[in-house]
């Protein structure tokens, strides 16, 4: 199977570009100390891109991008924060 993301260019003026797939569902949760991420096709292949994103060339170290309940997430998920470390 090959499939094929459009990850939005990095610019810095712009900032980050969120793409999300239609219909992706992504639930966060905190269950005895482990975090469990669930989500359907399109929401796992959502996070593949939003992880691509904060990995393009140019993107800043400490880059962030944070989803929660009323940015993404579904109703009761914890809140989620992807960041770009060290090179």
């Given amino acids: 199977m090959e499939i094929t993301l459009h990850v939005p260019n990095y610019a810095p003026e712009r900032g980050i570009k969120y793409h999300w797939e239609d ?3 992504i ?3 905190l ?3 482990e ?3 669930r989500a359907n096709p399109a929401g796992l ?3 593949a891109n939003h992880l ?3 990995a393009q060339e140019g993107m800043p170290v400490g880059s962030h991008m944070l ?3 009323d940015n993404g997430l ?3 998920s914890v809140t989620l924060v992807l960041q770009k470390d060290e090179d």
Avoid: P
Wanted: no cysteine; hydrophobic share 40%.
């Fill in 23 to 25: 219909d992706s569902g």
């Fill in 27 to 29: 639930t966060v949760r």
């Fill in 31 to 33: 269950e005895a100390g």
């Fill in 35 to 37: 975090v469990i991420i």
């Fill in 45 to 47: 292949r959502t996070l």
């Fill in 52 to 54: 691509l994103n904060l």
């Fill in 67 to 69: 989803f929660d309940s």
């Fill in 74 to 76: 579904e109703d009761e």
